[in-house]
């Protein structure tokens, strides 16, 4: 599935972790630790996010963050993606199991 949004805010947690709430095609709010991966993420920024079951080959070259999570919970029209502890929440009903494994894929476009 892939998303087109754009930061709206983004906040500081505990060090090193942010919190970037995201608005567009859906609303969501992520948890990175933007200064580990050396990846500037802002406000106004516009993203790609792509959420699939199948871990593509080429995601070096596509994306300039790429994880993987578990999807644990889904309730109320909002899906909970574990990224080894770190929350992405997606206000949707994802298209996928509690307990499948996901990859995303995030391209800072702007």
Do not use: C, H
């Not at 599935?1 to 609303?27: A, H, N, S, W, Y």
């Not at 993203?47 to 999570?69: A, R, S, T, V």
């Amino acid at each position: 599935m892939l998303f087109r949004e754009m930061v709206v805010d983004v906040i500081d947690l505990e060090k090193p972790l942010k919190k970037i709430t995201l608005q567009g095609d859906v609303k969501a709010e992520m948890e990175l630790p933007l200064t580990v991966l050396n990846i500037n993420i802002n406000k106004n920024n516009k993203l790609i996010i792509n959420i699939d079951k199948n871990k593509e080959d080429d995601y070096k070259e596509k994306y300039d963050i790429y994880m993987w999570g578990l999807l644990y919970n889904k309730n109320n029209n909002i899906s909970y993606i574990s990224i080894g502890g770190l929350i992405f929440k997606v206000y949707i009903d994802l298209p996928f199991n509690i307990g499948d494994k996901l990859y995303i894929g995030i391209k800072i476009t702007s």
